[in-house]
């Protein structure tokens, strides 16, 4: 396996992928070109075999240096159950400490409980939101009319590459 930034001829081959990566949900909207051709200090592609399995999207916030936000994750449906999203955040979390960022943060929907827990194991905490479903704290119309959204945080002050590995 080799990480590595993400480059601009990237994209077609993750936006082809992205619906089947997605159990056949519409997710390319999700991910314009923009993206990757311009936070590419802070998105990074794992590739085995000449093949993409896995990436990840983030950048730093222009309006508040010291955080950080995942955009996009997304790992082939093939390569999961190996800590290839696990390796990326570690990978993300330390390219934008290494910036000076503090806390990261990234949204999910609701009905998505593998990233929910996903990001419960990778230390993230929930927001507060303005609902609660299922012990869940939920943001209504966070991006858009009936688009709500679980809102995470984490805190890289106190962590390390070590922390997560055990």
Not at 37 to 54: P, Q
Not at 94 to 117: H, L
Request: glycine content about 8%; some cysteine.
């Amino acid at each position: 396996m080799r990480i590595r930034n993400i480059k601009d001829e990237d994209f077609l081959r993750i936006s082809t992928n992205l619906n089947t990566w997605w159990g056949g949900r519409d997710m390319v909207d999700m991910l314009p070109r923009l993206f990757i051709h311009h936070f590419k200090d802070t998105s990074f592609i794992i590739e085995e075999n000449g093949e993409t399995i896995g990436f990840v999207i983030g950048f730093i916030s222009p309006s508040n240096s010291h955080q950080a936000y995942i955009h996009f994750v997304g790992v082939n449906p093939n390569a999961r159950r190996k800590s290839i999203g696990r390796t990326l955040y570690e990978h993300f979390f330390q390219a934008v400490k290494e910036k000076g960022c503090t806390e990261v943060s990234c949204v999910t929907s609701p009905v998505n409980t593998g990233s929910i827990n996903f990001h419960k194991r990778m230390g993230f905490t929930m927001k507060d939101g303005d609902m609660v479903i299922n012990d869940i704290p939920i943001h209504q119309n966070y991006d858009g009319l009936g688009q709500d959204r679980v809102v995470f945080v984490k805190s890289l002050e106190v962590w390390s590459e070590s922390h997560f590995k055990n």
